[in-house]
């Protein structure tokens, strides 16, 4: 399974970003995505996660009620909108299918990893 991740930019604080990881060599409907970030210097951190179906989603706390994950089953595809940008959302972010259906905040659950996507966001 190959990864592409794009949609990031330089952004302002309050601004918006859509963010899509299409994925291609097999098709991951079966299979739960997640999306994750990394600041310079930091941890890899997870962001959102959504099962098989896209009927279940979760959403890391820091950015809950300003981030969505979905995803379309039909294009391969899995979706991060994220909306009210703020400074501290600057990273790199990586999308990753699992290693099964459901959602998961591991990263050890993800077998596949995008190259990522860099998001700026400026004050």
């Given amino acids: 399974v190959q990864l592409q991740a794009f949609g990031g930019g330089l952004v302002q ?16 409907s079966n ?14 951190e997870f962001v959102a996660t ?3 179906s896209g009927g ?7 950015v809950k009620g ?5 995803r379309d089953n039909a294009k391969n595809t899995v979706y991060l ?3 009210d940008l703020k400074p501290e959302d600057t990273a790199t972010y990586y999308c990753a299918v699992a290693t099964a259906s459901a959602m998961y905040r ?3 659950r993800y077998s596949y990893w995008g190259q990522g996507t860099e998001v700026t966001v400026s004050s």
């Fill in 13 to 28: 604080a309050g601004g918006s970003l859509r963010l899509a990881c299409a994925a291609s060599g097999r098709t991951v």
């Fill in 31 to 44: 299979f739960g995505m997640g999306w994750f970030r990394q600041a310079p210097a930091n941890e890899r």
């Fill in 50 to 52: 959504i099962n098989w």
């Fill in 56 to 62: 279940s989603t979760t959403i890391a706390d820091s």
């Fill in 66 to 70: 300003r981030f969505t994950i979905t």
């Fill in 81 to 83: 909108q994220m909306n």
């Fill in 106 to 108: 591991d990263p050890l």
